[in-house]
T-cell receptor, first 113, second 113 residues
Framework: DAEITQSPRHKITETGRQVTLACHQT?????MFWYRQDLGHGLRLIHYSYGVHDTNKGEVSDGYSVSRSNTEDLPLTLESAASSQTSVYFC????????????FGEGSWLTVV | GNSVTQMEGPVTLSEEAFLTINCTYT??????LFWYVQYPGEGLQLLLKATKADDKGSNKGFEATYRKETTSFHLEKGSVQVSDSAVYFCALSAYTGGFKTIFGAGTRLFVKA
């Protein structure tokens, strides 16, 4: 079965360190997304990609970067982790076009101390 | 811009009670509308969707009707079960230089036995 996997599932890191969260999907979807979920804010879009070598900023992109070198992977990098980036991060993917379902990974719990 | 507003939670119900979670949206054009559900410790998964006005989405006893005249997509279930305890997200997908999905803040549902 096709799936979307995230790693690591849980991580504790120190302020100022660079952290990369991996996301791999086997749906062969063009669209991939990174969201963060925080109490009181719901899901907020960090970055998204509509295909290989395409990346775009979402509403909360400061301090984060992504790259898309192939269809399957969209790693999320926190360049210099801050305590405000303690959150649950969800990777997701979908087919192109209107009305398509978004498929989510199980989440990566990141704590910055 | 596009937005989704859903009722604040938590919502606490007894088993077999009727459930309504309100969702209204603001969008240009003709968005697709979704309800996603998040069980504890998991990512979001699609519950149901509707892609045009007057369509009714349904799944697992849940229903929602796309009402363009009232810009609403309220989620209903006639008889909730303890296993329905989760967070429910209303979402819309619309074209804004690419198809993007916007989520509401989520409504937590607790069902008591």
């Amino acid at each position: 079965d096709a799936e979307i996997t995230q790693s690591p599932r849980h991580k504790i890191t120190e302020t100022g360190r660079q952290v990369t969260l991996a996301c791999h999907q086997t749906w062969n979807h063009n669209n991939m997304f990174w969201y963060r979920q925080d109490l009181g804010h719901g899901l907020r879009l960090i970055h998204y990609s509509y295909g290989v070598h395409d990346t775009n900023k979402g509403e909360v992109s400061d301090g984060y970067s992504v790259s898309r070198s192939n269809t399957e992977d969209l790693p999320l990098t926190l360049e210099s982790a801050a305590s405000s980036q303690t959150s649950v991060y969800f990777c997701a993917s979908s087919e192109s076009g209107a009305g398509n379902t978004i498929y989510f990974g199980e989440g990566s719990w990141l704590t910055v101390v | 811009g596009n937005s989704v507003t859903q009722m604040e939670g938590p919502v606490t119900l007894s088993e077999e009670a009727f459930l309504t979670i309100n969702c209204t949206y603001t969008a240009t054009g003709y968005p697709s509308l979704f309800w996603y559900v998040q069980y504890p410790g998991e990512g979001l998964q699609l519950l149901l969707k509707a892609t045009k006005a007057d369509d009714k989405g349904s799944n697992k006893g849940f229903e929602a009707t796309y009402r363009k005249e009232t810009t609403s997509f309220h989620l209903e279930k006639g008889s909730v079960q303890v296993s329905d305890s989760a967070v429910y997200f209303c979402a819309l997908s619309a074209y804004t230089g690419g198809f993007k999905t916007i989520f509401g803040a989520g409504t937590r549902l607790f069902v008591k036995a």
